[in-house]
């Protein structure tokens, strides 16, 4: 099985910044192609293209009909800007995209083929990509149709795994050290009692017995699942989920995990701590993960210890905390848990991981989501942690939302609860770069307020934002939002700081608002950059400046999925693959 | 010879026997010994019985027939149990003992042989022994850490299902028991038990097959947990673990009796025996036989019997721990019996008379310097009863003083040290909160229909009642000289009322804190290595709440029935 070769790309030279009223001359170079008779199958093909999947400083596109990745790089110069457009072959028949952890690399994932006549077979890939191009794309075998990825927070791992219960094993996993590029991927068959995973979570350097241990956890129905991501030969460790109130035989589905790893005991024993809820149980399971130097070679070095820890109702979310000690003792770990406990009522229930005890706070409101705030608050000179509760039912009622002050919130219970009238319903709610400020954009109207989480203050703002057509700045300071209908070519740029909406006049209609942050890892600001991605099926973009958009700063780009499409190398895509 | 480890002793429901009875005739004492001083009733001292030990005179009185039995409640002793740090559990399904650290609340599942049923503690070597009565074996557990238990099987005799281990952890005794084994068939060996000697580092059991007398009912340890008293239908046998090697238990029997005394030639048949108590040093057994005045006092060194007539059936018989006396309550003549053991041969009785109070039950303290007299008869069964006094009797010179209480009494823990108990009240029928009572004037009505207990300082009688919302279940005294701490956890449940909670009280101060459970509470124990007092309860997947018996602050451990499910 010969890989496909990838020669290694260099960026395309593109005609200079394009005003936005520019021929369309890509869009007609492939109405061109395929106009011309005895046209290949690849012309005759229907153009599917994903994306874009928004970068670090580029946008990606999985070209899925010709192969290929294409990157968009807009580069910020004195006047506008400067595109670059790169494009990369992949293997056979692309299925998805997807950006790294850190959104400096595309990972896309193949399906490969079974091969026929005129047509080499190719397994299932992940390849790793450079969207400047300057390196070549990492192939990583997956040899199996998986059709989802999760990856480590720290950019060095992900597994390949199905999402789909079609799968011949469904429980069958790839394991990818990202940040290697001769190494194979693991294929992992998942021990299973009859279900499939419903997710997968990296549990990247959970500090075990002292040791910083990667280790993946995987979600399914009546079961976790641990396996160690370094010591790959070593078993599963399978644990039962049970609802103690329905009996072993009841379904038990884990929908979410949130880890506890620093200050969680703040003793020689010290463990960090794994949460999991399920869809009706009103339990939280707690695993505690003890190092277990007595295990057999092929065993997992550490072992879950599992604490059912019960709470005031259902687990709607729930998210950990830290507190502060006892004079001279280290902070503690908190597991704060909003649970619903009746038609519109709802309960926070504090949990203390290392003695299972539990505070409960009953709500004046409905709440089914949290957030957590750490800012110094000027006015008590000291530093606060506060909980922002809300209900993001859809089509809910609620129009209220609570502040928990998690200060000694144990014993004050009530006492640092505190109410605020949202004005309406929420719909979502977007955290800014500032520590104390959220965005709501209220449900029905899509109307957008401002709140500080310090002052319990709810800025309402005249203008309505479309979820989906918004962007916020990377840092923070503004957020980017189209006219909801996905018909206006205005976008506005609201100064949240200002409370000011600035409206930018564009030559297209809005399909996406994309911030890019710039390469973390670099001090330049290349690729920091709005785009707005018009839908355009042969590409369509426009970048302005981030932190002052501006029709006289806009440059565009067009044609760009188009470009090449009548030097396609057509013999590549010639061939019959066998039937499966 | 309860089962007492560090300081700490454990309470889980209630005191002592019940009989009506008779009496025996004491041989008297010196002048001049309060033991035989002629004192009168009123004066509380003890007066020389008029029977002497082999006789009969005088007409057995009555013992006031008309009176309900006293109620005695049993320890509950469920599993789980503690060796110092470790709480162990068996599981007879998953084949599996539970570990817990009482420290981390790490735990752990080891396996062990096939159905693991009855378990015990080795004292504090953190270790215990579990029979596996599928396999017919003994599985012992030593836990060094979490995830380091050792486990050693070895056989036993067949359809074992009882195991009593020493007080010390070096020694124990598998049998049949009957009443555990319900309606299961019958094995072939009605008195096959196997001894099990443990190594001092509890990794290592050496078991010996042997017989004792049919049918074993319990076993008792000396004091030193060097010899074990297998008691049996109608012997006691003697296993001397330190010569193991060199000979067989010894049995006693109880010995014959007429089946009518009034005619020497009525045939004997073997003592019915209902109560076997051994004192603590090993030297001799009382025998009580239910709605007998005779009691036996058993020479464990030379296997003589000598027979005591008490003045009425005993409602209550009990031995102080080092069996010097023992004390009988006759309720029927409102009188207690003080039996001199110091000569097994020649048993002295004295009785006293006890006014103001019921003298239904009676129990000495652990120190033996004091014991605690009142009756679990309730005034709604023999109207005018004098129910709601706790008479704390001084055994030195027999002077009763009656503590009042506010309810009456249903059972009674008493701290090591004697200093402390605890009384849960029994609950008159009614609704405490019925609006036909008078809230202020009818308080009393309101406080007899509630539920509840009392701490009682019983040197100075001082007494403080907690009314509960629910029948007080399984309660633990815990002491610890070193620190300074008298505590009594009492756990509440009622299912319908969600009632699931332990009431901590200092029994220093009666400062009382509620600890709110999230489950039913169904067995309480103590960790003695780490001072923590755990309450199981019910729970789909198994709840343990550990309590700091220092400061009261709660830990809690759930699903380590599901850790029984983690595949590893």
Redesign the interface.
Known sequence: MKPHSHPRPSPEPMPGPCPLRSILAAACLAGAAVSCGDRAAIHEADWDVEGPAPLATHLAYLDRTREEVVTVRAKETATRFAFEVVRQPVGRNPAFLLASADGTRALVVTRGTLGGPGLPEQEERLYRIDPAGREAPVEYSLRSPFDRISLSGDGRWAIAWFGHADAVNPNQMAVVRLDRTRESPTLRALRSYGGRPLSVHLLTDLPVGGVPRQIALTLSENYATMFDLENLHRRDTTIRLIDPRSGASARVIPEDAVVAKEHVSGSADEMPYVFLRAQGVADVYALAIFPNPAAADDQNDFRPVVNQVSVAGVPEDFVVFTRDGAAGERPEVRLLVVAGSGWRSSVVSIVDPRTANRWDVPLETSATRVLLFAFNDDRAGRARSVAFLWDATRGGVETRGSFLDLENVETRRTLNLEVLDLGSTVDAVIPTADPVKLLLVHGGISRVSVLNVAERTVDRIGTTVSVGLSAMHPDGKALFFAGTGGASSRISALDLEMRHAQDVRLDAPVRRLLALPGDPNLRTRDGRALLVDHGWASGYVTALPLDQPHRARASSIQGFLAQGALDIDTEHYEGTEVAP | MNGRAAGVVVVAGLVLAVALGAWTCGSGGADGDPWDDDRGADSGGWEASERDAAGDQGAVRDAGPDLPPEREENPDLRVPRASNRFVYMSNTVADNVVVIDS?????ELVGVGDAPAALEALGTLDAAAVINRGSDSVSLIRTMA???SVVSEEMVAPDTNALSVSPTGLYGVTWYDVAAAGSAPLPPGLQDVSLLEFDSDAVRVRVVQTTVASRPVEIEWSDDGRTAFVVAKHHVCIVEFETLDESLPRCVGFGMVSTNPEDPWAPMVARRVDEVDVSGDGRLAVLRTDDSERIAVLDLSDDAIVEVVLPAVPSDLDLAGDGTFALAAMRGLGQIARIDLADPAAPEVYVADVRGLLAGQITISPDGTRALIFSSVSREEVPGALTEVLGVLDVADATISPVPLEKEVRAIGITPDGEYAVVIHRKNSGNPDDPALHPVDDIEERIDRSYGFSLVHIRTGRVSLQITPTDPGPFLLYQDAREGIHKAFVTLRDDAARIREVRVADLRTFTVRTTLL?SPPASIGVAPGSRKVFVGQD???G?ITFLDARDG????????Q??D????
């Open positions: 420290v981390t609340l790490a735990v979490i995830g380091e999230g729970h789909a997947t709840r602050s709660a830990r809690t451990v759930t699903g380590f599901i850790n499910w983690i595949v590893e």
